[in-house]
């Protein structure tokens, strides 16, 4: 299992549109991925317009079947303009 957390600033005032846009490109990953096994948005508490997503891949192809993919790929241009910058990613190996 290959773990990835990235972390997402959304511009402020633009956190709703963020957070549609890219609830629209989850549910593409979770329709059309079947080696995603988890991808989750979630929101800080403590530090506003800041979201990180927990993502869950059942190996390399599945991770690179996902940065590939056309839905992937259109949903970082709908997110180009509402966040602050590149996201900040952590890829991990799960511990079996």
Do not use: C, W
Not at 49 to 78: I, N, W
């Amino acid at each position: 299992m290959i773990g990835i957390v990235a972390k997402l600033t959304a511009k402020p005032g633009s956190e709703k549109e963020f957070e549609k846009a890219f609830l629209d490109m989850a549910a593409a990953v979770k329709a059309n991925e079947p080696g995603n096994l988890m991808y989750q948005l979630t929101k800080s508490r403590t530090e506003p317009g800041v979201y990180k997503v927990l993502e869950a891949y059942a190996d390399e192809a599945a991770v690179e079947a996902h940065r590939t993919s056309d839905h992937y790929k259109a949903g970082g241009r709908s997110l180009r303009d509402l966040v602050g910058g590149p996201p900040e990613v952590e890829l991990l190996d799960g511990v079996e």
